[in-house]
């Protein structure tokens, strides 16, 4: 009976694993850069060399109300980003259907910053939460990928708690691959497990309300449907300084974060960066004469539940140690997901031969393990050769990251399906390295004065394209040696 049970939990960890698991490796990895989605943006935007954030003055703050006038007198419904660690400029924002763009302005002088139009880190935190899909269906596939993820792990404890630890104690490496190959999944999985469990769980829930039906979480939602672009009259707003001292003194340990312009107010919001509780609190003031409106910001032990969780899987309060450390956390379990996928097939040829469908599995794996890195770095390798003033700039950089990821997945599929997996393997790790290794120099004859105006972001950012290839050059290494 124990040995039938764990027989059908290792077909369903199997199956539901590995058709889960191609999506699941794209949304862990998308989502641990997506980490640093702000830090990246910063890199992708070398004009702006201010290094820390300055409390913006009133004459910035009146500029970026009089350009979110503007935009409204032409149909685009902006907001207003307050300067705050991860991002020194004051921001005018608006969202084009996947990501948050627009101005970037001088905190202290309101003057308008060149800074080149970019997809910005903001194309790895969408792919992570709906694949760059409509918003409704992608969020759907992701929050079944969740709950895949879940049971997979459950099945995968119940299969192998008898044999868990000595397998993990012994750590066979250097023996048979297959054996290998397990042990590697088995103990980066079990180092990992919480850490799973909870991005999983807190993924789902977060977006419950988007794919079960019941009220929303935010009392005012953050991506309001833009209104018909039709010229209208431009609004003057009341003068936004002694709003933002206001609304800090009613929000009592929170700093405010973004300003929201509404036909007949104004909401100044908490930042998300204030707690680990993500809690959309905020001051209203009446238009046009700025007078403050009186606000409920109490919440129920389930919404503060709700909070608590939102704030765990945006990670937005983290200070840096903590976020290189959900970083951390999250290419492990990349590692997890890639490492089972491999296993999949392995298995299964092992008792089946050389099928067909081993062969398409062995493509669509390469396009996912291997094709996916290779995408984010040309991604960023496109933001420094993109010309700077291309119109749709950041389009093209979008473009190029799906383009280079369709043409590995073409690659892959190509030279799989011919049987020659191992080549496509080889050639797409050599890819990386050299798309990695190359990121610093490319940095460097492209960006010279941001390099020296921001040490610490270009180090971080080519140190891991770097570290990406270096890691892509020792596997494809390893897989040239004999018997490999």
Known sequence: MRETLRTRLGWLHGWLGYVAGLVLTCIFATGSVAVFNMELTRWMQPEVLRA????????????????????????????????????????????????????????????????RATAGGGLFYNVHHTLYLNAQV????VSIAGIALLVAIVSGVIIHIHALVPDIVMLRLSVARLRAWLDAHLLAGVLFLPFMVMMAYTGVLVKADMTLPGPPFHSVPLRTSSPPRA??????????APLLAQARASLPGQEPGFILFAPNGVHIFAGDASSAFLTRDHADFRMPDGRALPVNTAASPIARTMQLMHGLHYARFAPPGLRWLY????????????????????????????????????????????????????LLWGN????????????????????????????????ALRGRASWAWRAQLGLVGLLGGGLTVLDLLCCPTSFRALPGLHVAVDGMGMWAGACAIYARCRLERPGA
């Open 52 to 115: 820390t954030p300055t409390p913006p003055t009133a004459t910035a703050l009146d500029a970026a109300a009089r350009m979110v006038a503007l935009e409204k007198a032409q149909g685009v419904f902006a907001f207003v980003a307050l300067p705050g660690r991860r991002s020194p400029t004051l921001d005018v924002l608006h969202y084009n259907g996947h990501e948050f763009v627009g101005a970037r302005l001088d905190p202290v002088s309101g003057v308008l910053i060149p800074a």
């Open 138 to 141: 992608g969020t759907v596939i």
């Open 231 to 240: 010229p209208m009259q431009a609004l003057t707003y009341p003068s936004l």
């Open 327 to 378: 970083f951390l956390s999250g290419l492990c379990a990349t590692t997890v997901m890639a490492s089972g996928l491999v296993l999949f097939v392995m298995k299964r040829r092992r008792h089946a031969g050389h099928r067909q469908a081993h062969r398409l599995a062995d493509g669509l794996n390469i396009a996912v393990i291997v094709g996916l890195p290779v995408a984010m770095l040309a």
């Open 384 to 415: 420094r050769l993109v010309p700077v003033r291309l119109n749709g700039r950041e389009s093209w950089e979008t473009g190029i990251f799906f383009t280079v990821w369709g043409l590995c997945a073409l690659h892959a599929l190509f030279h």
